[in-house]
């Protein structure tokens, strides 16, 4: 298992369409730490911790999103695994 970071920025139409929950469900279906958060230009910010693999199952279903999301681009910065978080947050 190899374990690390990512920090990834969604762009699109993300927010007011539960995206934060949708990814939340997906990070607590996966095993994946960290939290998520709308920010203040319109985007959809994730930090997530845990396996390399998972994060990136996680990363392709935030690629789909719930239905209204419309996606145009996910920026991904991957990290050094640090352990920070005990569980998977929505940060509001």
Do not use: C, H
């Not at 469900?25 to 319109?42: E, R």
């Not at 998972?54 to 920026?75: F, H, Y």
Request: cysteine-free.
């Amino acid at each position: 298992m190899a374990l690390y970071a990512a920090r990834v920025f969604v762009v699109g139409k993300v927010q007011d369409v539960s995206f934060r929950s949708f990814t939340k469900k997906n990070a607590d279906l996966l095993g994946l730490k960290g939290f998520v958060k709308n920010t203040s230009d319109g985007k959809v910010e994730a930090l997530i911790e845990g396996d390399k693999d998972q994060i990136e199952t996680l990363i392709e279903a935030m690629r789909i999103g719930p239905d209204g999301a419309v996606i145009r681009k996910i920026d991904i910065e991957w990290q050094p695994y640090s352990p920070v978080f005990n569980d998977f947050k929505v940060i509001y």
